[in-house]
């Protein structure tokens, strides 16, 4: 390895890993008063789109691994964030719907979320925003198949 970790600056996997740590530092300091981890704050975005998601459902969209999501939906039900229930469709299955709180604490978030958006996108040259997040979904829809 040469000095200085130079070898990691051409690593994909180790580079998307150290903008996802500056990503999650951005937006925990720019959303910090919503108390909301990015991964929280994830799902709540999702569920406030189409309520009476199942927890099936939101590891889909979200990408997030099922058992880190049940740790986020338990503390989201612990904070009255979210509530669930039993699926119409599949009694074993939870359909999950934001609280009044859960809706409160994503508007919130939200400017936090944006501004850490934008604070991540401004380190690139404009013309190459766009493109950047194009390449992000193709490396995910390409993993996910």
């Known amino acids: 390895m040469v ?3 130079k070898d990691l600056d051409g690593s994909a996997m180790h580079l998307l890993h150290r903008a996802g740590q500056c ?3 951005i937006f925990s ?3 910090r008063m919503s108390g909301l981890t990015p991964r929280q704050f994830a799902v709540l ?3 406030s ?3 009476g998601l199942t927890q099936t459902d939101l590891v889909e969209r979200t990408g997030i691994d099922r058992s880190t999501l049940a740790d986020i939906v338990g503390r989201l039900l612990g904070r009255g964030l979210i509530q669930r229930r039993r699926a119409k469709d599949d009694a074993r299955a939870y359909a999950i719907k934001l609280t009044p709180q ?3 604490a994503l508007r919130e978030a939200q400017p936090g979320a944006t501004a850490a ?3 991540l996108l ?3 040259p404009p013309a190459k925003r766009q493109e950047f997040l194009e390449s992000l979904n193709l490396i995910v829809a390409a993993i996910r198949k």
């Open 117 to 119: 958006d934008q604070k």
């Open 102 to 104: 859960g809706a409160k």
């Open 3 to 5: 000095k200085g970790g």
């Open 49 to 51: 789109e189409e309520e």
């Open 45 to 47: 975005m999702v569920v």
């Open 29 to 31: 300091s720019e959303a």
């Open 23 to 25: 990503a999650t530092d």
């Open 122 to 124: 401004a380190s690139l």
